[in-house]
């Protein structure tokens, strides 16, 4: 499924369901609280952390939507951007981005 089939569906359903659909800083501290349940998920190795990860996905593309924003196209363009930079490593390992390519 793409990015942008994502953000609709799950808008509908906000929608449908009757959630949060204008509070922007409610929405953030979703999303915090999902990616919180993640890494518990992720640490505890409990069988549930794909739907937690599917949870922190949702509700980022929900906080996209309340801002207009079409996610499928920013994180395309993001990859694209990341592509082109260039890094070095420092003498400890560290990758230092040198290049924005």
């Known amino acids: 499924m793409e990015?942008?089939?994502?953000?609709?569906?799950?808008?509908?359903?906000?929608?449908?369901?009757?959630?949060?659909?204008?509070?922007?800083?409610?929405?953030?501290?979703?999303?915090t609280a999902e990616v919180g349940e993640a890494f518990?998920?992720?640490?505890?190795?409990?069988p549930d952390f794909g739907e937690e990860l599917a949870d922190v996905f949702?509700?980022?593309?929900?906080?996209?939507?309340?801002?207009?924003?079409?996610?499928?196209?920013?994180v395309t363009l993001k990859i694209e951007k990341n592509g082109r930079r260039e890094y070095q490593r420092t003498e400890h390992g560290?990758?230092?981005?040198v290049s924005d390519g």
Not at 40 to 46: D, G, M, Q, S, V
């Open 58 to 74: 949702l509700y980022l593309v929900a906080v996209a939507e309340m801002n207009g924003i079409d996610l499928d196209h920013e």
């Open 3 to 31: 990015i942008r089939s994502a953000q609709k569906l799950a808008w509908e359903n906000k929608n449908l369901k009757g959630f949060n659909t204008t509070d922007v800083a409610l929405e953030f501290g979703l999303l």
């Open 94 to 97: 560290v990758p230092i981005r």
């Open 40 to 46: 518990t998920a992720w640490r505890k190795r409990l």
